[in-house]
């Protein structure tokens, strides 16, 4: 039986097939592949095809399917750029999920800070991303390779607890819907605490 995320993943992948141009490899930060295209989503391999998503070689008819099928419909001829970062919060139209975005962005974080910093080079590699020069530590993670994420970690010290901040890169909007980045980064911060899991 076909559920709602999977007609959604197909019609998504319908209309963004269909409307963008001929580089869609290009508008995508992807490569041609059996038909499709193939990229690093997740942390993980990801293959889109104009009927289905696979991740790892496994079809993917859930919310994270349905995240890169957003990303295949809003894909544009348009330059990806890192800086400024920009804070969730700060956008027009975040207050609804701002309360979520705290907590399963970043407070989700917050216990795994020392192993994060620990297993850093293996959530890099996972996300193609390198480190940044701001907090005790930072990364920089492209959990699509046209979006990218600035995680701020602090660690705990004696007047402190410890906390993670996490920030968008500057046109992040131009490929995703807002709402969509929010699933992005909540996404992102479940696959490195599973990385963490995997490295331990």
Same mark, same amino acid.
């Given at each position: 039986?076909?559920?709602?995320?999977?007609?959604?993943?197909?019609?998504?992948?319908?209309?963004?097939?269909? %409307?963008?141009?001929?580089?869609?490899?290009?508008?995508? @930060?992807?490569? /041609? #592949?059996?038909?499709? !295209? =193939?990229?690093?989503?997740?942390?993980?391999?990801?293959?889109?095809?104009?009927?289905?998503?696979?991740?790892?070689?496994?079809?993917?008819?859930?919310?994270?399917?349905?995240?890169?099928?957003?990303?295949?419909?809003?894909?544009?001829?348009?330059?990806?750029?890192? %800086?400024?970062?920009?804070?969730?919060?700060?956008?027009? @139209?975040?207050? /609804? #999920?701002?309360?979520? !975005? =705290?907590?399963?962005?970043?407070?989700?974080?917050?216990?795994?800070?020392?192993?994060?910093?620990?297993?850093?080079?293996?959530?890099?590699?996972?996300?193609?991303?390198?480190?940044?020069?701001?907090?005790?530590?930072?990364?920089?993670?492209?959990?699509?390779?046209?979006?990218?994420?600035?995680?701020?970690?602090?660690?705990?010290?004696?007047?402190?607890?410890?906390?993670?901040?996490?920030?968008?890169?500057?046109?992040?909007?131009?490929?995703?819907?807002?709402?969509?980045?929010?699933?992005?980064?909540?996404?992102?911060?479940?696959?490195?605490?599973?990385?963490?899991?995997?490295?331990?």
């Amino acid at each position: 039986m076909t559920t709602q995320y999977e007609k959604i993943i197909r019609e998504n992948l319908s209309q963004g097939f269909s %409307r963008l141009s001929r580089d869609l490899a290009g508008q995508l @930060g992807a490569r /041609p #592949y059996h038909g499709g !295209f =193939r990229f690093q989503a997740f942390g993980e391999d990801c293959c889109v095809f104009p009927q289905e998503i696979r991740f790892s070689g496994e079809p993917s008819v859930g919310p994270r399917g349905l995240l890169v099928s957003l990303y295949v419909l809003h894909g544009r001829e348009e330059e990806p750029r890192l %800086r400024p970062f920009w804070a969730f919060k700060e956008s027009p @139209g975040s207050m /609804p #999920y701002q309360a979520a !975005f =705290r907590a399963n962005t970043e407070q989700v974080l917050v216990p795994y800070t020392r192993a994060i910093r620990e297993r850093k080079r293996a959530v890099k590699t996972a996300f193609d991303g390198f480190e940044g020069e701001d907090g005790d530590f930072s990364l920089v993670l492209y959990p699509l390779p046209n979006i990218a994420l600035y995680y701020i970690f602090y660690l705990p010290d004696e007047d402190f607890p410890a906390s993670a901040t996490a920030l968008f890169s500057a046109n992040a909007l131009a490929f995703m819907p807002l709402d969509g980045l929010a699933d992005v980064a909540e996404y992102t911060s479940k696959k490195m605490i599973t990385l963490l899991c995997l490295s331990g």
